[in-house]
């Protein structure tokens, strides 16, 4: 059987009645995320998010087993975009095996 080396490709949108100011805020300062960013019912004990390409993103969560996301930034466009790496790193799982990249853009739908 041939072997299927294609990117898998998730796509999802959605839609906040907020200013696009508010949710990029939200998405990268460090105490508005520990608010609302919970994965595996953890919390966020500390943060690295240099916005610039090549800065480092690095989130790490409290808990019994620990977790961890690092990453790089490729590419920045203020209140826009964010493309980066993002490789979980958790003691109880395999994913930290594999290549993520995750692109977020920012819209102002006035409406």
Same mark, same amino acid.
């Given at each position: 059987?041939a072997?299927?080396?294609?990117?898998?490709?998730?796509?999802?949108?959605?839609?906040?009645?907020?200013?696009v100011?508010?949710?990029?805020?939200?998405?990268?300062?460090?105490?508005?995320?520990?608010?609302?960013?919970h994965?595996?019912?953890?919390?966020?004990? %500390?943060? @690295? *998010?240099?916005?610039?390409?090549?800065?480092?993103?690095?989130? +790490? /969560?409290? #808990?019994?087993?620990?977790?961890?996301?690092?990453?790089?930034?490729?590419?920045?466009?203020?209140?826009?975009?964010?493309?980066?790496?993002?490789?979980?790193?958790?003691?109880?799982? %395999?994913? @930290? *095996?594999?290549?993520?990249?995750?692109?977020?853009?920012?819209? +102002? /739908?006035? #409406?």
């Open positions: 059987m072997e299927n080396n294609s990117p898998v490709v998730i796509e999802t949108t959605k839609e906040f009645k907020v200013p100011d508010k949710l990029y805020a939200a998405w990268n300062d460090a105490e508005q995320l520990k608010q609302w960013w994965p595996f019912n953890k919390n966020l004990t %500390d943060i @690295k *998010n240099d916005l610039k390409p090549g800065g480092v993103v690095q989130y +790490d /969560f409290d #808990g019994e087993q620990k977790c961890h996301v690092r990453g790089e930034y490729k590419e920045v466009v203020e209140k826009k975009k964010l493309v980066y790496t993002w490789n979980w790193d958790l003691e109880h799982d %395999d994913m @930290k *095996n594999g290549d993520y990249t995750l692109t977020i853009e920012f819209e +102002d /739908f006035n #409406g």
